[in-house]
């Protein structure tokens, strides 16, 4: 199975730029590299999917090195509600990959 | 509103009774998955449907027990749980089978007594 590291927590402050690094040390050359987001209480919600070099949406960036043994998920000018858990994945087409691990529980302070 | 729908939101059920959970998606998904989701516990996959099919089992105990009459539809059947089985279920589909984006539904919290 392959596996991803990440932070167990990290802390912020209102519109400072936040960046999760996430590990993934023996990833696949067919897998993807997936961020979800969580509230609680609420079902992850996609925020970003990259295979290599940088990948940029209304909510994020996605930077991956030529290795692609790590990525960092890039959230610009963070908000109180950008205060959840943020998941790393590698996603492949098989089930093996749709494992979540403990993701990075992100606070947004004032 | 992520196209996938969960029924019911909040359930409350005694370690003798049979219940259900229902899960459908209106994205045209052909794969459907149920993950359990304990407190402060990452989210586990319990089941993975393929066109209907079951494709995975992750040595879920045989309490609980799902049902895919059709690619929109997944059930999860309960029956004699624990109250270690409280947690949140969500129900995901997705275009193919591990790949691309996972639609989550909100959830059902299930309370054991």
């Known amino acids: 199975l392959a596996k991803t590291t990440q932070p167990i927590s990290m802390d912020s402050y209102e519109g400072q730029e936040v960046n999760i690094t996430c590990s993934h040390n023996?990833?696949?050359?067919?897998?993807?590299i997936t961020w979800y987001q969580q509230f609680p209480s609420q079902g992850p919600r996609f925020i970003i999917q990259?295979?290599?070099t940088k990948v940029t949406n209304e909510v994020a960036s996605l930077f991956i090195p030529a290795d692609r043994k790590s990525s960092t998920l890039s959230l610009p000018r963070v908000s109180l509600s950008d205060t959840a858990v943020y998941y790393c994945?590698?996603?492949?087409?098989?089930?093996?990959?749709?494992?979540f691990g403990a993701g990075t529980r992100l606070a947004v302070h004032p | 509103e992520t196209g996938v729908t969960q029924t019911p939101r909040h359930l409350v059920m005694g370690m003798t009774n049979k219940k259900s959970l229902k899960c459908e998606q209106h994205?045209?998904?052909?794969?459907m998955y149920w993950y359990k989701q304990s407190a402060k516990k990452p989210l586990e996959l319990m089941f993975v449907?393929?066109?209907?099919?079951?494709?995975e089992n992750n040595s879920v105990p045989s309490r609980f027990s799902p049902e895919c009459p059709n690619s929109s539809h997944l059930f999860l059947h309960l029956h004699t749980l624990q109250p270690e089985d409280s947690a949140l279920y969500l129900c995901?589909?997705?275009?193919?089978?591990?790949?691309?984006?996972?639609?989550f539904g909100e959830g059902s919290r299930l309370t054991v007594l």
């Open positions: 995901a589909s997705s275009q193919g089978q591990g790949t691309g984006e996972l639609f």
């Open positions: 023996n990833i696949a050359t067919n897998d993807y």
């Open positions: 990259g295979y290599k």
């Open positions: 994945l590698l996603l492949s087409g098989g089930y093996n990959k749709l494992i």
């Open positions: 994205l045209g998904h052909n794969a």
């Open positions: 449907y393929n066109f209907k099919e079951q494709t």
